[in-house]
C-alpha cells in the first residue's frame, strides 16, 4: 500500500500477547521468581461431591431399594467408561465391587459400612466419588464422617484411605440409619 502525499505514513502495531502466551510467561516467572508481592493465587473451586446423584430419580430409587434391602440398578458414564451402580439385599455396588452394605442393629435400624479395599481400587474414578458422598448425603442420620477427596484420592482424617486396611481391617463403620421397614416413633404419649 503506497502511502498518500499529504497523510504520514501509518505506524506498524504493537504484537501483543495472546493469553496462550501470557499464561505461559507468568508460569515460567512463577517457577522462576515465585509470586509478585500483589498477586493472589486464584481461589479453589469448591466443588460438592455428589450433587449429581442426589436429585437424579434412578439414584433415588437405588436408595429406596437399598434401605427396603430389593434389588436394583443404573448404568453411568464417565469418561468414556460405563460403569453399573447397583443394589442388592443390603449392599451398594459399583462396577461389580461391593463398596457399602447394610448391617441390622436391630429391627428398626441398620450400621452402614464402607468397604475400604473397594474404595480404594475405585478412587480415581469421578463417577464413584460422587457415588461415596451422594450415599453420605441421602441418609440424614449419618453424621458426615471426615472424609474428603482431593487428587483422586480419598483422605480419612487427613491420611489417605488406604492406611488402617492391614491393622483394622477394609470395614469402615459410618454410623446407622433407620430402614424402610421402621415404623415412624410419633406415637401418643399416655
Known sequence: MAARPEQPPKKPKEKRQTPEERREALRYNHMMYGPTAGERRPAAKRMLHGTAYLE????QQLMAAFKQGTAAKFEVT????????ATQDAQISFDGKVVFYARPVNRYESNLLLDRAAAVSCQS??????LVFAVFRSLPEIEPPALS????QFYLAG????VGIAEQGPNLLLGSFRTATAKPLDRPRA
Do not use: C, M, W
Not at 437424579?56 to 439414584?59: L, M, S
Not at 491420611?159 to 488406604?162: A, K, M, N
Open 125 to 130: 474414578v469421578s463417577a464413584f466419588a460422587h
Open 149 to 152: 477427596y482431593l487428587q483422586n
Open 78 to 85: 464417565d469418561k468414556g467408561r460405563t460403569f453399573t451402580i
Open 159 to 162: 491420611e489417605t484411605l488406604d
Open 56 to 59: 437424579h430419580p434412578k439414584f
